[in-house]
């Protein structure tokens, strides 16, 4: 399990757009979304730099708690 601090998510669109980003690289996943936190939990084999990678592909910006 992997937690990220993310910038800029502010509505359920920026929710879907992280999740389904994640989602395309490895369907198996489990993505939990905290908006007020600011967090964004995976369970996924993808590695840390490759899920942030997604992450700021969608607009955000995004660190390793």
Same mark, same amino acid.
């Given at each position: 399990?992997?937690?990220?601090?993310?910038?800029?998510?502010?509505?359920?669109?920026?929710?879907? %757009?992280?999740?389904?980003?994640?989602?395309?690289e490895d369907?198996? *996943? /489990?993505?939990? =979304?905290? &908006? %007020?936190?600011?967090?964004?939990?995976?369970?996924?084999?993808?590695? *840390? /730099?490759?899920? =942030?990678? &997604?992450?700021?592909e969608?607009?955000?910006?995004?660190?390793?708690?």
């Open positions: 399990m992997q937690t990220f601090n993310v910038q800029g998510m502010t509505c359920d669109h920026c929710v879907r %757009a992280v999740t389904n980003a994640i989602k395309g369907p198996s *996943a /489990d993505v939990q =979304i905290d &908006l %007020a936190k600011g967090e964004v939990v995976v369970q996924s084999q993808l590695p *840390a /730099d490759q899920i =942030i990678g &997604l992450i700021v969608e607009g955000y910006t995004a660190k390793v708690a």
